[in-house]
């Protein structure tokens, strides 16, 4: 089950990445419209940051290759935003709020040269956006998960960039955060931004997203969610992950008492 | 006079090795500034041994390219074999100056490059180590035009890519994404520590270049919040550390490199202290404001 888009702004064709030999991601293609939130969605190892960090440049693939813009990644690398998982930096780095909010603009500054006024404008709107403005002299070390990731999402933001890669943006942040996160995220698509974000709760991946790219090492399914995103594609993802299965089944019951929903 | 140059130079070496230092320990690489000034040693001899002479160009280029090979091979085993960071600086350092003592063991036992000197260095003999043009005109000792010239070169370095080592220190995934070289940062950075390290050593010694590179960035991570401001405690560090351990081992009339690399232990362990001791309250205060 692969939908592709009529005019994509991502495509990623005949991807195949591997670490030390080991294929973790086999002949993914799919294309991706623009102005959509597309989750990346999939049990663990299924490569679902792999593929983010391939799509970014971050790792060689063994094969195929991957169009943003119907461009190679390096020549739009101004117009692409990237969010690593919060995980990935020592949140002890002395740094304050609005120092990290300020690298998002580092790429637009260009080598040897300093952020200027502007730069520090802009930054400081992006902090209000994400509601963190109060916290920009803070010391990194003193955010909650919440507050990290609701700064590194100003620091993409900093970046005005078209396509935005979020690597589970929603991991470990609290509800409030969340409901923040997601709506920064539509008003963001309404504004003609394109967003992918890497994914691993089921439930709420259906109402979140748009587009879904169903991943399992391979390409599951990948398409509108409606359609895309079935019991019978879900169960072909996770099937044989006996661990995962209770979630499926929570899934498939939620949608056969939709009362229950919420 | 001899004081104020044995001072001066102390104090170009710890502020040089200061402020790299500061970005390595940011980057969990301090082991790597400790490789790096024992790796220089085969470098340096076999420079010697090409060139025949003890000039600082061929010695700084021989220990540069080492400096640089071993730091290549740290990543290389680290990549390609999945060996954890510090397990293949232990391998690399070690065999790089074992092969160094056994250059100089085998080809150039005669002349007054040695293991102790490539160790201990002697700070002592900076104010007799003399400058002389060509006609006679005596300019000051040589280390510290050398110095304050490596000095200079670190400083620029420092200040035209602070945004880049900055971020690749703090973020290599999200700078890669910007487009932004994290290999050629990380080169550049090493380059720098080797060219400081091998400049500074014939004057101080490997242990003290080791204690300078580390020794005033931990104090000063201690003590502040902000990189900047890191980098400024480092260098007032690195002055106070040259000229009290100068008086320190005047006093006990002792080894200055020494007393040098106790004070910089003293420092971290005299912060540290302070800072347990006053820590119960700056938690407390730190948690109220998170919670509030």
């Not at chain 1, 020592?90 to 990290?100: A, E, K, Q």
């Not at chain 2, 009339?253 to 020494?258: D, F």
Request: aromatic letters at 10%; charged letters at 15%.
């Amino acid at each position: 089950m692969i939908i592709h888009a009529q005019q994509p702004i991502v495509e990623v064709h005949d991807l195949t990445v591997s670490y030390a030999r080991k294929p973790v991601l086999w002949g993914v293609d799919f294309t991706l419209p623009s102005g959509c939130i597309a989750g990346i969605v999939g049990p663990n190892g299924a490569g679902k940051s792999t593929l983010l960090k391939t799509i970014m440049g971050l790792i060689p693939p063994s094969s195929g290759y991957i169009k943003l813009f119907d461009r190679p990644v390096d020549e739009v690398r101004s117009r692409v935003s990237y969010v690593p998982q919060r995980e990935s930096v020592d949140w002890d780095f002395p740094v304050s709020v609005l120092d990290v909010v300020l690298m998002g603009r580092y790429g637009k500054v260009g080598l040897l040269r300093n952020t200027g006024a502007r730069d520090q404008a802009i930054a400081r709107d992006c902090l209000d956006k994400v509601g963190m403005a109060a916290f920009a002299k803070r010391q990194i070390s003193q955010l909650s998960g919440g507050q990290q990731q609701r700064v590194f999402l100003a620091r993409a933001l900093a970046q005005e960039s078209d396509i935005y890669f979020m690597d589970e943006p929603f991991a470990g942040v609290d509800a409030a955060t969340e409901q923040a996160i997601i709506g920064l995220l539509r008003e963001m698509a309404s504004a003609g931004k394109t967003i992918i974000v890497v994914h691993h709760d089921l439930q709420s991946a259906r109402t979140y997203f748009d587009w879904i790219i169903l991943l399992n090492m391979r390409l599951v399914a990948a398409g509108p969610t409606d359609q895309a995103f079935t019991d019978e594609t879900i169960q072909q993802a996770y099937g044989g992950r006996l661990n995962l299965l209770s979630q499926v089944g929570d899934v498939m019951e939620k949608r056969a008492f939709p009362s229950r929903e919420n | 006079m001899i004081a104020f140059w044995i001072i001066l130079t102390g104090a170009l070496v710890a502020v040089t090795c200061g402020l790299l230092g500061c970005f390595l320990i940011l980057r969990k690489m301090s082991m790597v500034g400790d490789a790096i000034s024992h790796a220089v040693l085969p470098g340096i001899v076999i420079a010697f041994l090409l060139s025949g002479s003890r000039e600082t160009l061929p010695m700084l280029l021989g220990a540069g390219a080492t400096g640089l090979l071993a730091t290549f091979l740290i990543e290389y085993f680290h990549r390609r074999a999945g060996l954890q960071t510090d397990a293949a600086i232990g391998v690399t350092f070690t065999f790089l100056f074992a092969v160094g003592i056994i250059l100089i063991s085998a080809f150039a036992g005669k002349v007054d490059i040695d293991q102790d000197c490539v160790l201990y260095g002697e700070i002592a003999y900076v104010p007799i180590d003399l400058w002389v043009t060509a006609n006679g005109t005596i300019m000051g000792p040589r280390p510290v035009y050398i110095l304050s010239v490596v000095l200079l070169v670190v400083s620029v370095f420092i200040k035209l890519g602070y945004k880049e080592l900055k971020l690749t220190s703090f973020d290599p995934a999200f700078a890669s994404a910007l487009g932004i070289s994290t290999a050629l940062w990380h080169y550049l950075l090493m380059a720098a520590v080797s060219f400081t390290t091998v400049s500074s050593f014939e004057s101080v010694g490997a242990i003290l270049v080791i204690a300078f590179l580390i020794g005033p960035p931990a104090t000063a991570y201690l003590l502040t919040h902000d990189l900047k401001h890191m980098l400024a405690i480092t260098v007032v560090l690195a002055i106070f550390i040259s000229f009290t351990g100068y008086w320190m081992a005047y006093w006990l009339n002792a080894s200055i490199a020494g007393c040098m690399a106790v004070i910089t232990g003293g420092c971290f362990v005299g912060v540290f202290s302070i800072r347990q001791l006053i820590k119960p309250k700056g938690s407390q205060a730190i948690t109220n404001e998170v919670m509030a």
